[in-house]
Structure formats: structure tokens, C-alpha cells
């Protein structure tokens, strides 16, 4: 095989142009980068208690206390300096409120911690920044989920139903993202419920627990409901912004309606606030009739709830999914 | 393998997340440029660097993904999803610009930095066929030396080199360079 150097140095030349071309936007690449931790966090959540125990690579179980647990301890002991010296340092309603960060569904601090996202969402009025926190409390109230249901123990409905108004902010505020921001955002939204979708499918195979089915079931079906709104215009962020726009105004409509046409609603908004903290965790919706107490609350958060219940076809029957 | 990417992959195998983080943050502006310079659309590159990470990321969470070579691991899956990006695309004619030399003298200090001749480039690089592209652009526009290409392809030097010969060769017939 002949060489040429001189062609060679042609060629070369011009593609050391091409290696000075470099183009990117800021906006867009924290976009990527959130899409790949929010992932990352996701994916983590599925860590088994199995794998999470799995030996090290001498075939060792690291514990604190162990020789290959030192790294852990020494981690471990800055972190309870680090916390204790947080402690002193704050107000009693601030170490309060921090503490509720922890806190569990059923735990005493837990609308403490509702209360405290509550607040962050009313002072963040940014789009993208909205979308984030919400993306964020969305991935908080699958933690949750996933904490509970992986000891056995049923979720509270109203679990379900914040993790639903959390994905419905973040897409109320994709709805306002402009220019060069929406394809990124609305890349992060989508991977989010890609990963909450595989999250809770996961969890509905993998528990033992069947009375944590329904839930799981209940919240897997409203996420993919919602990744489909991505699908249908694949590739065109334009497009799904604006269909996007438009189901969130229908729901936000339907919302407004509620109180006077209790059977007119599609029971997609589900964010069934004003029950919040009232509705049994055991609530079997599939057998409230009209006129029961939980009537109206289960038409916000089960789709078809009022065919369920044998009301006719007509136009107030409403029930159909998002 | 340096001892920095054996111990991020140590910890990513475990999915701790900084660990993970820090990959991404060390790794992420190369697979970009790598991207960008062969697609020239910004959209595309960026979502080659979130398929990239999104596939690492599967593969580390089932127990696969890299063992060693870090670098040249996410360099293969970026490569795949540009190689898949250009087959949806039939290759673009060339249009070069001022490339007949008249004398044999070529003067090419008045053709970089321009957006329109890197355009040019890219379409000769669609030509070539994804092994030769591969090479081309990690041993000259990424500047990586024979051992680090042949890991990232998988293959034997004496491989590589015939390959870049091969490659250099075809890119010279597509942009029909004529020197003396």
C-alpha cells in the first residue's frame, strides 16, 4: 500500500479545523446532565436489599466495624460531627423542619415535610426551576413508594396522589418554557417517567406484598398515561409542548367544574388536595357509589370511576383517562 | 487504565453516585465534542451524550458495563449511536470549496475556523464506512494514540492502522484532492 504524504497532510489539515469546532449551549447541556442523575437516582432506587448486601471484591462483607469497613466508619463519624454540629447551630423549627426531610408517610413530622415543598414550590416561579422541584418531589414520593412497599407496608393513597400533582406541575410549567430550553426539558420530563414507569412496573412484579398491587398498579398506569403524551409526536418537542398545553388546560378546566358537575370528570387531575390527610389508606374506590362520603374524591383519582359505578354512557359520565 | 478511572469504576460498579457524577462530569464534554464534530448539530450531539450515559448507566446497573478502559467504553456506544444516526441519512454530495490546487500548492490557511468547510469535512467523513470514520476521527481530530484507538475498537493495532490507511486513502478520492 502506497502512502501519499501529501494528500495525508491535506487531509489532516482539514480536520484539525474541525477539531477547533466546538458548539454547545450551557442550558442544554445541564439539561443532559440532570436527565442522567435523575436517572442515576431512579435506577439506584432499585438497588435490592440482595445486591446492596453483595460481598466486595475480596469476598468480604464490608461492615463499619470490620478492617474493610474503615473507609465507612471514618464516613460515618464525620457525618454524625457534621450532623450533631447542624444541630446545635439551628433554631428549633429549622432542626424541626429538617428533621421532617426524613420523614416517612405515617410519620409524625410527614405534613411537616409536605408543608416545607408546598412552600418551595409557591417561592420558585421560574419554568425550568419548577420543573426541576417538581421533577425532584416526583422523585421523593417514589422513594417513598418504594420504601414502603419494599418492608411490606401499604402506601397512603395520598402518596399516589401528590406524586401525580407533582408530575402535572412539571408539565403545567413545561407548558411556559421558551426557546432553546423546551427540547431539554422536555427531555428530562420524559426520561423521569421513563424511569418511574420501569420503577413502579418493577415494584409491582417484585413485591410480596398484594395489597401494595393496587397502588402500584394505579400509579404505573397514571405515569405511562402521561409518557404518552411524549410518544405521540415523537421527536417534535414543539408539538408535544403544544398538546401537552392543551390536556393540561383541559385538566386544569375540568378542575374548575368539579364542584358543579361532580360526573363530568375524566378523573386525570387527581390531585385530590382538599382530602389530603382525610381519606383512609385502605379506600377501595371500586366500591364508593355516588352519594358516599368518598364519592367525589374518587372521581379525581380513578379514572372510569363513574362507570365503574354503573352511571350511563351519557355525556356526564365522564371516567375516561388522560 | 490510570488509577483515576479504576477507581471511579469501582464505585460506579457499587452506583454510588458521586462516583457516577464524576464520570459523567469528566467524561461528557469529550463525548460532545466527539459528537459534535461528526454530526454538527447541537441537538443531536447533546442527545448522543444523553443516550451514551443513559445506556452506561443501564449496563452498570446490571451488573455489565466496562471492566477497564473506561474511556474507550462510552467512545463504542457513542460511535454506535452516530453510525445508527447515519445510516437513517444517505450520504450528502460533497461540495468542497477552493479544492483545486493550481500550482500544487495547497493553501489552507484561509480554510479553517469556517463552519461551511468543517460542513464540507463532515460529508467527506460520511463516506467513509463507520470502522474508517472511527479511526479517522479518534487519531487525528481526538488525538489519541494507536493503543487507545485499537481498545476503543476493539482491535489489533497492525488492524487499526490498516484501517486509517484505507480511510485516508477514500477520503482523499471523495474530496478529490489533486496534488502533485
Known amino acids: 500500500m502506497e502512502r501519499n504524504p501529501k494528500n495525508e497532510k491535506f487531509i489532516l489539515e482539514r480536520l484539525e479545523g474541525l477539531r477547533r469546532e466546538q458548539r454547545r449551549s450551557a442550558s442544554a447541556a445541564a439539561g443532559t446532565k440532570q436527565t442522567y442523575m435523575a436517572r442515576a437516582r431512579s435506577l439506584a432506587l432499585g438497588v435490592s436489599k440482595t445486591e446492596k448486601g453483595r460481598l466486595n471484591q475480596r469476598g468480604v462483607q464490608p461492615t463499619l466495624t470490620g478492617p474493610l469497613g474503615k473507609e465507612h466508619r471514618f464516613a460515618m463519624k464525620a457525618l454524625i460531627s457534621v450532623a450533631i454540629a447542624l444541630a446545635i447551630a439551628l433554631s428549633g423549627f429549622g432542626l424541626t423542619a429538617a428533621a421532617a426531610q426524613s420523614s416517612m408517610p405515617n410519620d409524625a413530622l410527614y405534613g411537616l415535610k409536605v408543608w416545607s415543598e408546598d412552600l418551595r414550590m409557591a417561592l420558585t416561579s421560574?419554568?425550568?426551576?419548577?420543573?426541576?422541584l417538581a421533577l425532584d418531589l416526583a422523585t421523593r414520593r417514589a422513594e417513598e413508594i418504594t420504601a414502603l412497599t419494599e418492608e411490606g407496608v401499604v402506601v397512603p393513597d395520598q402518596v399516589r396522589v401528590r406524586l401525580e400533582l407533582h408530575i402535572f406541575e412539571a408539565l403545567q410549567a413545561f407548558t411556559r418554557v421558551q426557546g432553546e430550553d423546551v427540547e431539554p426539558t422536555m427531555l428530562r420530563i420524559q426520561d423521569q417517567l421513563r424511569t418511574q414507569e420501569q420503577l413502579f412496573l418493577r415494584l409491582k412484579d417484585g413485591t410480596g406484598c398484594e395489597d401494595c398491587e393496587p397502588l402500584l398498579t394505579q400509579t404505573q398506569e397514571m405515569v405511562q398515561g402521561r409518557l404518552e403524551l411524549f410518544q405521540q409526536n415523537q421527536g417534535d418537542s414543539t408539538m408535544i409542548q403544544e398538546q401537552i398545553k392543551l390536556q393540561v388546560e383541559t385538566e386544569l378546566q375540568l378542575q374548575t367544574n368539579k364542584p358543579e358537575d361532580a360526573g363530568n370528570t375524566d378523573g386525570s387531575m387527581g390531585s385530590g388536595n382538599q382530602y389530603m390527610g382525610d381519606v383512609p389508606a385502605d379506600l377501595d374506590c371500586s366500591t364508593v357509589v355516588e352519594g358516599d362520603e368518598y364519592w367525589e374524591y374518587c372521581l379525581t383519582v380513578t379514572p372510569g370511576a363513574g362507570q365503574q359505578n354503573g352511571s350511563d354512557g351519557n355525556d356526564n359520565g365522564g371516567g375516561k383517562k388522560p | 487504565m490510570s488509577y483515576f478511572e479504576k477507581a471511579l469504576l469501582r464505585r460506579a460498579?457499587?452506583?454510588?453516585?458521586?462516583?457516577l457524577e464524576e464520570i459523567y462530569?469528566?467524561?461528557?464534554q469529550a463525548i460532545y465534542r466527539y459528537a459534535y464534530r461528526q454530526l454538527g448539530d447541537m441537538v443531536q450531539a447533546e442527545?448522543?451524550?444523553s443516550e451514551t450515559f443513559a445506556r452506561f448507566l443501564q449496563a452498570v446497573r446490571h451488573g455489565k458495563g466496562p471492566q477497564d478502559y473506561?474511556?474507550?467504553?462510552?467512545?463504542r456506544i457513542?460511535?454506535?449511536?452516530?453510525t445508527d444516526q447515519y445510516r437513517r441519512q444517505p450520504p450528502p454530495p460533497v461540495e468542497l470549496v477552493d479544492e483545486q490546487p493550481d500550482s500544487g500548492q495547497i493553501k489552507v490557511e484561509d480554510a479553517f475556523d469556517s463552519h461551511q468547510e468543517n460542513e464540507s469535512v463532515r460529508k467527506a467523513l460520511h463516506h467513509l464506512t463507520p470502522e474508517q470514520r472511527q479511526v479517522i476521527l479518534l487519531r487525528f481530530v481526538e488525538n489519541w494514540s494507536l493503543q487507545e484507538t485499537a481498545a476503543a475498537m476493539e482491535k489489533e493495532i497492525g488492524a487499526v492502522k490498516a484501517l486509517q490507511h484505507r480511510a485516508l486513502e477514500t477520503l482523499a478520492k471523495v474530496m478529490k484532492v489533486k496534488v502533485e
Do not use: G, M, S, T
Not at chain 2, 25 to 28: A, I, P, V
Open chain 2, 25 to 28: 462530569d469528566h467524561y461528557n
Open chain 2, 78 to 82: 457513542a460511535h454506535n449511536w452516530i
Open chain 2, 70 to 75: 473506561l474511556q474507550a467504553y462510552l467512545y
Open chain 2, 47 to 49: 442527545d448522543c451524550v
Open chain 1, 126 to 132: 421560574d419554568p425550568e426551576q419548577v420543573v426541576d
Open chain 2, 13 to 19: 460498579r457499587d452506583f454510588n453516585l458521586k462516583a
